[in-house]
């Protein structure tokens, strides 16, 4: 475990960085191109921690992986849905995105696997998940309360199930995805609110047939032989988000980030910063690419108070924690609806947000389905803070750090690894002293 001291000082934001490739794309992109038939080469592919446990597993599965550090290049040669048979366990880590798409492709897979994980993903339940994939003809068997370990038999006879969402996941949906894909008849998923896109937009790019609206997705059968494609991953917009906050708020910045991805599912935190007043720049638009891109510029700007509806919520579920610091930075009261979903999902980040910033001087109220924050709160450090090993509330911690000339300690800062290793490297590049 690593602590890092922030500095004595405030500073600005100047410059251009890239932030790196969109994570959860990747992750999808991964299970897609070892499913599929032929050669996938994932291009901008990030080598954070939880994408190499995603290749890991895919591997242990047989695909053969083959990785260019040196040009971000990621080369799959899938299985054409023959997954191997083991003899020791698939181990997901703490990686919950992979857990939920790993059970999902597992669902049409007659062999028998055991799935593990870390110390995070042995106490999360997958009730609900679980429930729907047994409704459609695979059998999972947990020890105790429906969490990891847990032993898996799919089978080759999967039937298409139709789920009204009673919890707005995307990870539940892409699990369910990913089974249906292999079904015998067609699986619905009824939405509740709207969530990030990627996994029913990719498996139609490698040639499954998903049907896309509003309110409905609807998983086809008959077009389960997939194929290996060739995509460009665009910048992660959650990462982009804790440039887009700090320079907001850093006054007297302004900094350019190329090439970030512009899904409409993940820019929530770019739609409440216009709705706070902000005034940002998208250059060099591309709608050519599998998902959408841009060149964003972000020039610091007085911000003010909002109401964040719970439509909003799913896509800014990554951004929560840099919301409640730009809303404490803010002028007026911003409160966030609707959160209950989030809360049954990160019960634990929207807990450690809450009580790190306290240390930092910032308070809000917290119930169920609601978070209040009042605006022009000085950052005052109380005491040093803690990531609880969560690598957005690290990187939140971070930016805070720029707006006060007060040093603290971020301890178990090594959790940003998780999912952007350079990140603070990346930071200072563009940081100039007040």
């Keep these: 475990m690593f602590d890092y001291n922030t500095k004595p000082y405030k500073f600005r934001f100047q410059g251009e960085i890239t932030v790196p490739g969109d994570k959860s794309i990747a992750h999808r992109a991964i299970a897609l191109g070892a499913l599929a038939k032929g050669v996938t080469q994932i291009s901008n592919f990030t080598y954070a921690d939880d994408l190499a446990v995603t290749a890991k597993v895919f591997q242990d599965l047989g695909a053969k992986i083959h990785t260019e550090i040196s040009n971000k290049d990621m080369i799959i040669k899938g299985v054409d849905h023959q997954l191997q048979t083991l003899d020791r366990p698939l181990n997901v880590d703490n990686v919950g995105t992979l857990e939920s798409l790993l059970l999902g492709v597992l669902a049409s897979s007659t062999n028998q696997y055991q799935v593990v994980g870390g110390k995070y993903l042995s106490q999360r339940s997958n009730e609900r998940l679980l429930k729907l994939l047994r409704g459609m003809g695979a059998n999972y068997r947990s020890t105790t309360k429906?969490?990891?370990?847990?032993?898996?038999?799919?089978?080759?006879?999967?039937?298409?199930?139709?789920?009204?969402?009673?919890?707005?996941?995307?990870?539940?949906?892409?699990?369910?995805?990913?089974?249906?894909?292999?079904?015998?008849?067609?699986?619905?998923?009824?939405?509740?609110?709207?969530?990030?896109?990627?996994?029913?937009?990719?498996?139609n790019y490698f040639g499954a047939d998903v049907t896309i609206e509003p309110d409905v997705i609807v998983v086809h059968p008959g077009h389960d032989q997939l194929q290996g494609q060739s995509l460009t991953i665009p910048g992660d917009f959650s990462s982009a988000a804790f440039y887009i906050t700090g320079a907001l708020l850093s006054d007297n910045s302004q900094i350019t980030l190329p090439r970030v991805g512009l899904n409409s599912t993940r820019i929530g935190l770019l739609n409440v910063a216009k709705q706070m007043g902000a005034n940002i720049t998208v250059e060099n638009r591309s709608t050519k690419n599998v998902e959408?891109?841009?060149?964003?510029?972000?020039k610091s700007q007085k911000l003010h108070g909002t109401t964040i509806s719970a439509e909003q919520v799913q896509s800014i579920i990554d951004e929560i924690p840099l919301i409640a610091l730009m809303a404490s930075q803010a002028s007026g009261e911003t409160v966030i609806e609707g959160i209950h979903d989030v809360h049954l999902q990160l019960s634990d980040r929207i807990r450690n947000m809450r009580v790190e910033l306290a240390k930092l001087g910032i308070v809000m109220q917290l119930n169920d389905d609601t978070i209040v924050i009042k605006g022009q709160q000085e950052i005052t450090v109380k005491d040093d803070v803690d990531s609880h090993n969560d690598h957005r509330i690290a990187m939140m911690l971070c930016i805070a750090s720029i707006l006060?000339?007060?040093?603290?300690?971020?301890?178990?800062?090594?959790?940003?690894?998780?999912?952007?290793?350079?990140?603070?490297a990346d930071l200072n590049k563009v940081l100039l002293v007040k």
């Design 146 to 203: 429906q969490v990891l370990p847990m032993q898996v038999s799919g089978s080759n006879d999967l039937q298409g199930i139709t789920y009204h969402q009673d919890i707005s996941s995307a990870q539940i949906k892409s699990s369910l995805v990913l089974a249906g894909i292999y079904a015998k008849t067609k699986t619905t998923i009824i939405r509740k609110l709207p969530t990030r896109n990627h996994t029913e937009v990719l498996a």
């Design 292 to 298: 959408p891109y841009g060149d964003l510029v972000i």
């Design 404 to 424: 006060t000339d007060q040093p603290f300690k971020i301890k178990n800062i090594e959790a940003i690894d998780i999912s952007y290793p350079g990140f603070i």
